[in-house]
């Protein structure tokens, strides 16, 4: 079965610095996706960054950039600089290639961007 | 626009009554996805459907059902059977394969009194 795991509920960061959210995964699927999307208060969800399991380069789109160690089973979100607008609920998600390419999403991280 | 809608965007309902609600997508994907959240949690699976006229149970099915005869088109039924249906429902769809994102609709939030 697949699963997804985000042990941290609440982060702070300040203003400026960078923030690592955790996500480690599980799966017997050889080929499959990690996503990060965020979800501000207005509840709409925005894809952030993508991670193939088998691209050998970690992905990087603007601020985000995705640390993966897949032998590890671990996708984390390092967010650098962090903004007031930052400040948001963070969910880490997989789609494999078995099981009718269903995602499945991580319980999720709340970030708090301290001024 | 290319995008997902979902309407409406609230939604009241006695208890006991089956409602449903619309997702519509005109970005041609072929999967389409909803999703229950509660608040302050994650996303929970309900159904999904990787092409028209076929769907797969998620995580949390009982007390839902869901068709899909046209490509564009998932609505969600929530039943009378489900024990707890007060959340945030949100409908996705993506190409199929395991390398894009799924886009988002802007939720339903269904309250049942």
């Known amino acids: 079965a697949q699963k997804i795991t985000q042990t941290q509920p609440g982060m702070f960061v300040q203003e400026k610095e960078a923030v690592t959210l955790d996500c480690t995964y599980d799966?017997?699927?050889?080929?499959?996706?990690l996503f990060w999307y965020k979800q501000p208060s207005s509840g709409e969800m925005i894809f952030l960054i993508y991670?193939?399991?088998?691209?050998?380069q970690n992905a990087t789109e603007g601020r985000y950039s995705l640390n993966f160690q897949k032998a590890r089973k671990s996708a984390n979100l390092v967010i650098s600089a962090s903004q007031l607008g930052d400040s948001a609920m963070y969910f880490c998600?997989?789609?494999?290639?078995?099981?009718?390419?269903?995602?499945?999403f991580g319980a999720g991280t709340r970030l708090f961007v301290k001024a | 626009d290319g995008g997902i809608t979902q309407s409406p965007k609230y939604l009241f309902r006695k208890e006991g009554q089956n409602v449903t609600l619309s997702c519509e997508q005109n970005?041609?994907?072929?999967?389409m996805y909803w999703y229950r959240q509660d608040p302050g949690q994650g996303l929970r699976l309900i159904y999904y459907?990787?092409?028209?006229?076929?769907?797969q149970k998620g995580d949390i099915a009982e007390g839902y059902s869901v068709s899909r005869e046209k490509k564009e088109s998932f609505p969600l039924t929530v039943t009378s059977a489900q024990k707890n249906p007060t959340a945030f429902y949100l409908c996705?769809?993506?190409?199929?394969?395991?390398?894009?994102?799924?886009?988002f609709g802007q939720g339903t939030r269904l309250t049942v009194v």
């Open positions: 996705a769809s993506s190409i199929d394969g395991s390398n894009t994102e799924a886009f």
């Open positions: 998600a997989m789609r494999g290639n078995t099981g009718g390419f269903k995602t499945i």
């Open positions: 799966t017997s699927d050889q080929s499959y996706g």
């Open positions: 991670q193939g399991s088998y691209d050998e």
């Open positions: 970005l041609n994907h072929d999967a």
């Open positions: 459907s990787q092409i028209v006229n076929d769907f």
